[in-house]
């Protein structure tokens, strides 16, 4: 469900191994009525992780470095990040949030909070939420332990 309400289309590439998962965790969220902005490979934005989160997509699979990056492995999944922004701890407060025009605010449609249903979702599938990095609050980003 988009953030307009309606039904759409999006594709999102994951490694194979959690194919059937991811599948389940967003049919679930369609029934939770939990709207995601947009679902688009991130090769329309030329690799651009920034340009990406600007456009608040969603994706998976990204080519990047293997050795930093689960989405490098398609085993990593970013979900609105206009509304659940990467936020730096305080002392790395000298980084800049990103998307940098982003404001997180639980209260808005599509921002996930502690005990939000698709954060149970991912974590009952043995997903690490970005939330607890040691350097940042990476809110849009769900990993596979």
Known sequence: QGMDGKLHRGQLLVNKAIADEVRMIFRDMLQLKFPVAKVIPIVKYNWDDRASMNDNNSYSFCYRDV?????????????NPMQNPNRWKPDFSYRKNLPEQAVYNEAKPGTFSE???????????????????????????FEKK
């Open 67 to 79: 050795a930093y990056s689960k989405h490098a492995q398609g085993m990593a999944i970013d979900i």
């Open 115 to 141: 005990n939000h249903p698709v954060v149970t979702l991912f974590k009952a599938k043995g997903y690490l939420w970005g939330r607890y990095f040691k350097r940042n609050h990476d809110d849009h980003h």
